[in-house]
């Protein structure tokens, strides 16, 4: 038997990430990596820990076998209890059957059993795919201050990107009255950040509706959210001020990665009053050799820089050697980059070979992102056009 809890997470991080090409052909879009040592996972698991919340179901689907590894048992969030604590949940075969997650709302239905065994009054559901820093425990409080049926967290965006969004019309008090789906022409600013607080007996009546209806997409956003306006349930938006990144482009992922450069750099992530947790493996320390030259660039652990860098972002055990020049790029653990090298504007997934005098991303820019994907090796003098996509050993996507 289960202690009660007040309020269940719910996270999202089953999707396949197709935007991001390269990088997640292997690898669940949450397990991406970010920041040289992060994970993109690590924020709202991290968020979680320090709003107080300490159950949470990670669902996931695609590629999970290194997302399943690397929460494990949620020890480096805090999140290993005896009650509650972290739990990853695939889909399963059922007693009524069962099949893949179909939409987010079907995700969160299959796993109502799981909800249920800690009796909550709330629902805090979130994504896998976004870098921010949030506290949670105050969107709760302002659903229950409201006592709300539903509180969708919501981020002012330009009124020119507005249309890109899910947007939230509202009254004075906040009370959602309007949704539209990614509008032509937007009458709000308000965008929904796809963080979710439901009252749990609410939610369970909608997702059972929504399971049993054969025309629904089985989604939060498409169904579930314009079903509960349509019923003029209490719905309101949570206004959230902040750093908030939705990485699921290559750009926006080179982009927050670029943030976290310079004097002042866009996300802290080293704030003691938030820490953003990561498992973190042992690794040797930095090395800068002589002659190398570093402007602007974070680097992680066992790194070894004998040429250039200049802003970008490095992670674990990359080596940089003498004659190489690696510029306003994104590299990830375990790259080497070979004397006379050049990666400009790119992104370097886990593993990858540059060869000597290889170029990559030449005359690239940040709307011309080059993506070299996980383990891959470039032979010595081979040339990648900027923009491109490389998945495969001596092919381009």
């Not at 309101?236 to 450069?261: Q, R």
Request: glycine fraction near 10%.
């Amino acid at each position: 038997m289960f202690k009660k809890k007040e309020c269940v997470v719910m996270l999202l991080a089953g999707g396949q990430g197709s935007r991001l090409y390269a990088l997640t052909k292997k690898t669940a879009k949450p397990s991406v990596s970010y920041g040289g040592k992060y994970r993109i996972i690590d924020f709202p698991l991290s968020n979680c820990t320090n709003s107080g919340l300490d159950t949470v179901g990670v669902l996931t689907q695609y590629q999970p076998l290194y997302l399943n590894d690397y929460v494990g048992n949620g020890l480096p969030w805090d999140l290993d209890r005896t009650f509650g604590g972290v739990k990853i949940l695939p889909p399963y075969q059922g007693q009524n059957g069962s099949d893949w997650y179909k939409g987010t709302a079907n995700a969160i239905w299959q796993n109502m059993e799981f909800i249920n065994q800690y009796d909550p009054d709330l629902v805090l559901i979130l994504s896998g795919d976004h870098i921010y820093k949030m506290d949670y425990a105050k969107m709760i409080d302002f659903h229950k201050k409201h006592n709300a049926d539903c509180t969708i967290a919501v981020i002012d965006v330009p009124i020119e990107e507005a249309s890109r969004f899910g947007i939230m019309s509202v009254n004075e008090d906040g009370s959602i009255y309007k949704f539209s789906e990614k509008p032509k022409n937007p009458d709000s600013t308000k965008a929904s950040m796809g963080i979710y607080v439901f009252n749990k007996k609410k939610l369970e009546e909608y997702l059972r509706a929504d399971s049993i209806d054969p025309d629904s997409s089985n989604d939060f956003g498409k169904n579930i959210i314009p079903t509960m306006l349509g019923a003029k349930e209490k719905m309101f938006a949570y206004p959230f001020e902040g750093y908030w990144k939705d990485v699921g482009t290559i750009n926006s992922l080179w982009e927050a990665n670029m943030d976290l450069l310079g004097e002042k750099p866009e996300l802290v992530l080293d704030d003691e009053t938030w820490r953003i947790y990561s498992r973190q493996y042992a690794s040797a320390p930095q090395f800068i050799g002589k002659g190398a030259t570093v402007v602007n660039a974070t680097m992680t652990a066992g790194c070894e820089i004998y040429g250039k860098v200049e802003n970008s972002v490095l992670g674990q055990n990359v080596k940089v050697e003498a004659g190489a020049n690696v510029q306003n790029s994104v590299i990830m653990d375990n790259v080497t980059i070979k004397a006379g090298a050049n990666v400009i504007y790119s992104i370097l997934d886990a593993g990858v070979t540059v060869g000597c005098g290889a170029s990559v991303g030449k005359d690239g820019s940040p709307d011309k992102i080059t993506v070299i994907g996980a383990d891959i090796t470039l032979p010595d003098g081979a040339s990648v056009e900027a923009g491109s996509m490389v998945s495969e050993e001596g092919g381009e996507d």
